[in-house]
């Protein structure tokens, strides 16, 4: 019997705290989906989502960042059309300048009434979740 497991990954919501309003950074996506998306990507073989999240933040941005908690876990099997994932989101903090790189096509720093509507999974409810807990202090339902 073989079993099929949903892949892990991370998510970096980064802000600049160098910057007024502490904007966030999203990417641009260079391959399907295409469209703007937190930062972040797939957990490697050996590798803790801690690691993933700094190393992954730093190929899509070229920020080194600072974790300052793990925010949430996505877990719906259709939030990533290529296939089953789950996504461990954390929250970090920079300073600097972030530069596109990996499968960044662009980048862009967003205030929360400056986000792109066309997001890519569902980084559309992780934003909304993630607003909503930075203004008001209340953290995601369990759903």
């Known amino acids: 019997?073989?079993?099929?497991?949903?892949?892990?990954?991370?998510?970096?919501?980064i802000e600049l705290i160098d910057r007024p309003h502490r904007p966030i950074v999203l990417i641009e996506r260079h391959n399907p989906p295409l469209g703007w998306a937190i930062p972040g990507g797939f957990v490697d073989y050996g590798e803790?989502?801690?690691?993933?999240?700094?190393?992954?933040?730093?190929?899509?941005t070229s920020l080194q960042v600072e974790l300052v908690e793990q925010f949430h876990v996505y877990?719906?099997?259709?939030?990533?059309?290529?296939?089953?994932?789950?996504?461990?989101?954390?929250?970090a903090?920079?300073?600097?300048?972030?530069?596109?790189?990996?499968?960044?096509?662009?980048m862009g720093?967003?205030?929360?009434?400056?986000v792109p509507v066309n997001l890519c999974f569902d980084h559309d409810r992780i934003l909304r979740d993630y607003w909503r807990y930075r203004h008001y202090g209340i953290r995601p339902r369990l759903d």
């Open 1 to 13: 019997m073989t079993y099929r497991n949903p892949a892990p990954t991370v998510d970096i919501i």
């Open 48 to 60: 803790s989502v801690e690691i993933a999240a700094q190393r992954e933040a730093l190929e899509e």
């Open 75 to 91: 877990s719906d099997p259709s939030r990533d059309p290529r296939k089953h994932t789950l996504s461990v989101v954390f929250l």
């Open 93 to 106: 903090t920079a300073t600097g300048e972030p530069k596109a790189g990996d499968d960044a096509k662009a």
């Open 109 to 114: 720093i967003f205030e929360s009434w400056r």
